[in-house]
């Protein structure tokens, strides 16, 4: 399935689901989807990739693994950044009222759909 199905069918599957990309470690976005009057999800993916990164220093430091999901809650919103590959990853975005569990684990499986297209 191609990255743009991956990710359109991401964010449909959940009520609340705004918008989702698939980036890069370098800030690159490789493909996304939003829905209308969504969020700048580039934006958004590359600002906390940043801190994906010094989570991942982080965690190497302390020999507790790589860090395979980060979630940010705002007031608005959440945030879900799950690894695809060791190169790419998914930012998710949901209205804050959304269900986390069933987001997570949506997540979780267009994360191993996306890995297994980037091989």
């Given at each position: 399935?191609?990255?743009?199905?991956?990710?359109?069918?991401?964010?449909?599957?959940?009520?609340?689901?705004?918008?989702?990309?698939?980036?890069?470690?370098d800030g690159i976005s490789v493909?996304?989807?939003?829905?209308?009057?969504?969020?700048?999800?580039?934006?958004?993916?590359?600002?906390?990739?940043?801190?994906?990164?010094?989570i991942g220093k982080a965690s190497d430091l302390l020999n507790l693994g790589s860090v395979q999901e980060v979630m940010v809650s705002t007031a608005s919103v959440d945030i879900l950044l799950r690894m695809a590959s060791e190169d790419?990853?998914?930012?998710?975005?949901?209205?804050?009222?959304?269900n986390i569990g069933k987001a997570r684990y949506l997540l979780r499986k267009a994360a191993l759909t996306a890995s297994e297209e980037l091989r």
């Open positions: 399935m191609p990255f743009k199905g991956i990710l359109k069918e991401l964010v449909e599957s959940i009520d609340g689901g705004v918008a989702a990309t698939l980036m890069g470690r493909e996304q989807h939003i829905t209308p009057g969504g969020y700048d999800v580039e934006t958004v993916g590359v600002e906390y990739g940043k801190v994906v990164e010094e790419y990853y998914i930012a998710f975005v949901l209205a804050g009222n959304s």
